[in-house]
């Protein structure tokens, strides 16, 4: 019954900016933490960004100081803002959480996106 869907993929150019929204709905209890993942074509999926429960960011060397991960709690929705694109950054992004169904700890599960486009021309 939790779904994640992504969206504010598309075509930039180089040095363009564009901001990515997961929105997260069901019947659940909490959201633990939220992740950004991509996946470029021919290579594995890698981690961007993660925001866990208590505020703390992190993100991958390649994307630091370009990329922002952020969360609106009263909307259950996550975002990527990415700025300075780079052609390498051209993938599939995927929106990843660590969702309770219920208090109990045992209701915990990982859940993921059906992933966004975003493409980026020199």
């Known amino acids: 019954q939790v779904q994640l869907v992504e969206s504010g993929g598309g075509l930039v150019q180089a040095g363009g900016s564009l901001r990515l929204s997961c929105i997260i709905s069901?019947?659940?209890?909490?959201?633990?933490?939220m992740r950004w993942y991509r996946q470029a074509p021919g290579k594995q999926r890698e981690l961007v960004a993660a925001l866990t429960s208590a505020s703390i960011t992190d993100y991958s060397d390649s994307v630091k100081g370009r990329f922002t991960i952020s969360r609106d709690n009263a909307k259950n929705t996550v975002y990527l803002q990415m700025n300075s694109l780079k052609p390498e950054d051209t993938a599939v992004y995927y929106c990843?959480?660590?969702?309770?169904?219920?208090?109990?700890?045992?209701?915990?599960?990982?859940?993921w996106g059906q992933g966004t486009q975003v493409t980026v021309s020199s």
């Open positions: 990843n959480a660590k969702i309770r169904r219920s208090s109990s700890w045992s209701t915990m599960g990982d859940y």
């Open positions: 069901g019947s659940f209890f909490s959201i633990d933490d």
